[in-house]
């Protein structure tokens, strides 16, 4: 059974980075596979950084150049290093398949960047 749990979140002001974790329990061929994701308040969510082995890291547009996609085989994880946070990189932050699939969504984590 594949479960995802983040970690990392918390408060940090405009400027601040954070580096987000994914730990991936089950099949390890997911790691191959990884996105994170964001939902801010009143927003839906959306897909923040995508990972496919052999391919580019793909990043939505307002997180260019701030935020970097990793994975580590050896420890099953996922990150996010993010940099130069902004207010609006506040939301609750998931990682999940990339594309995602509903049943792997977890609590996620939270991210706030005070102004």
């Known amino acids: 059974q594949v479960e995802l749990v983040e970690s990392g979140g918390g408060l940090v002001q405009a400027g601040g980075s954070l580096r987000l974790s994914c730990a991936v329990t089950g099949t390890i061929d997911l790691l191959d596979v990884m996105g994170w994701y964001r939902q801010a308040p009143g927003k839906q969510r959306e897909m923040v950084a995508g990972?496919?082995?052999?391919?580019?890291?793909k990043y939505v547009d307002s997180v260019k150049g701030r935020f970097t996609i990793s994975s580590d085989n050896i420890k099953k994880t996922v990150s996010l290093q993010m940099v130069s946070l902004q207010p609006e990189d506040t939301g609750v932050y998931y990682c999940n398949t990339y594309p995602p699939l509903e049943q792997l969504w977890g609590q996620g984590t939270q991210v706030t960047v005070s102004s």
């Open positions: 990972l496919r082995r052999g391919g580019a890291p």
